[in-house]
């Protein structure tokens, strides 16, 4: 679901605030110390059901609209949250666990070299997320058998099934790309020709759909590992990510040897844990939170995210919002760009 607009009153007992979002990218920006930040996490809670959050931040009211004209509201008297969901004039009372499930969204904070794993450890996020990665390609190289499907079908000539066929041939060259295939029984050659269709054709349509399956449930993984490969490769000078044959995270240096994880420089570090927070962690449709991308890296990089913003929101259907200080991140793109400007401070 699409935010369209944020309201809050008295935030600190101060500042009030509207904004207007973008569909797509957003860049929020102001001063230190005018909330931004604040505001930005709030939002993520309140998507989240995070009541434990919003009830130790001093605000009088919050207001989420969402491009559906519904709106969630929240009233905070005293750390006591009133929450409600308002449309077409009608509110209705709120639980955490149904706030969670009015949007996806993802929140990458300004502290993000570090996570706390499931077992509350805090380890590296780099070296985190190359091993969930790791585990995420070795899970779809041991599940490469085709299945049968059992759901619904629809009439197709044997004209349609040929382009279905094409275009699903299309999208496995596009995931072997990525390092994995499934299992094509023996006997069959995919596509078929029109012959083998028009001979075999319940044997080929109960493949196409079998594979049609797999497509669906790995298509995604390998489009991220693609354009997370395409996007690190692009900021790297002298070196070079690749995703080795048994899904491991490589950083192979041009004048020959590796690098380990560890020993990239810090905007490095901040370049790929940023994308692959975006591509890994947020499902298309979903709403990403980016607290200050331009941590550790130059002007020429940070010039270079908000086009890169733009085209993940574009290929994923996503909102990104992205608060920043720094104009070198929104560049070119000011009309994305929406200003926190107190009023009634």
């Given at each position: ?9 008295r935030l600190f007992n101060q500042y009030s605030y509207t904004l207007n979002l973008c569909d797509g990218l957003t860049f929020v920006h ?251 962690h947020a499902d298309p449709g979903s709403v990403i939170i980016l607290d200050e991308p331009e941590i550790s890296l130059h ?47």
């Open positions: 679901m699409v935010i369209k607009s944020l309201y809050i009153s102001s001063p230190n110390g005018y909330g931004k930040s604040t505001l930005m996490h709030m939002v993520y809670a309140a998507m989240k059901g995070d009541v434990k959050y919003l009830s130790e931040i001093p605000f009088e009211r919050l207001d989420v609209g969402f491009k559906d004209e519904s709106n969630l509201i929240i009233e905070n008297e005293s750390g006591d949250l009133l929450i409600q969901m308002q449309k077409n004039e009608l509110e209705t009372p709120l639980t955490p666990d149904e706030m969670a499930d009015i949007c996806e969204v993802v929140y990458i904070s300004p502290e993000r070299l570090m996570v706390k794993k499931r077992d509350g450890h805090i380890s590296p996020a780099l070296e985190t997320y190359a091993q969930e990665l790791y585990e995420r390609i070795r899970y779809s190289k041991e599940h490469s058998e085709l299945t049968p499907y059992a759901g619904q079908r629809k009439e197709m000539s044997d004209s349609d099934l040929e382009f279905w066929c094409k275009d699903l041939k299309a999208k496995l060259d596009f995931i072997k790309d990525a390092g994995f295939e499934p299992e094509i029984p023996a006997g069959y050659r995919f596509p078929p020709s029109r012959y083998e269709l028009s001979s075999y054709r319940k044997d080929y349509e109960d493949l196409t759909y079998s594979i049609s399956e797999y497509v669906k449930d790995n298509y995604i993984l390998a489009e991220s590992i693609i354009i997370f490969k395409d996007i690190i490769n692009g900021f790297f000078i002298g070196k070079k990510m690749e995703i080795s044959e048994n899904g491991k995270i490589v950083i192979n240096l041009n004048g020959g040897g590796a690098l380990q994880l560890s020993k990239l420089s810090s905007g490095e570090k901040q370049i790929m844990i940023i994308f692959y927070n975006m591509l890994f002007v020429t990089w940070q010039q270079r995210l908000g086009k890169l913003f733009d085209d993940i929101c574009r290929v994923r259907g996503m909102q990104i919002v992205v608060a920043t200080h720094s104009p070198q991140v929104i560049h070119d793109m000011w009309d994305n760009a929406r200003e926190l400007k107190p009023y009634n401070a």
